[in-house]
């Protein structure tokens, strides 16, 4: 399983969404008109995502969040940064 498909998954499952996973576009906006998290669902997605992936997120390695939390592919190319894995 490809690091987005594990994000869609995860991000389906840890913030209820009733959504297939296969069926969110790497392009899906995360907040508003896309999926329409907000804040605290950032707050969410963080935790699962250290979690998830086994690695820390901090203030150094994410300088630009409006940048990775852009879309469901902004964020895949986040985590794949801080894993090393696609």
């Known amino acids: 399983m490809t690091v987005k498909e594990r994000l869609k998954k995860m991000l389906v499952e840890q913030l209820n969404l009733d ?7 790497d392009s899906e ?4 008109k896309g999926l329409g998290l907000d804040s605290v669902d950032s707050l969410e997605i963080i935790v699962a995502i250290e979690r998830e992936f086994k690695v820390k997120i901090n203030n150094r390695n994410l300088k ?9 592919g ?3 190319e986040f985590v794949e940064k801080l894993t090393g894995k696609k």
């Open 19 to 25: 959504r297939d996973p296969a069926r969110i576009p």
């Open 29 to 32: 906006p995360l907040f508003r």
């Open 64 to 72: 630009k969040p409006d940048q990775v939390f852009k879309t469901v």
């Open 74 to 76: 902004t964020l895949a």
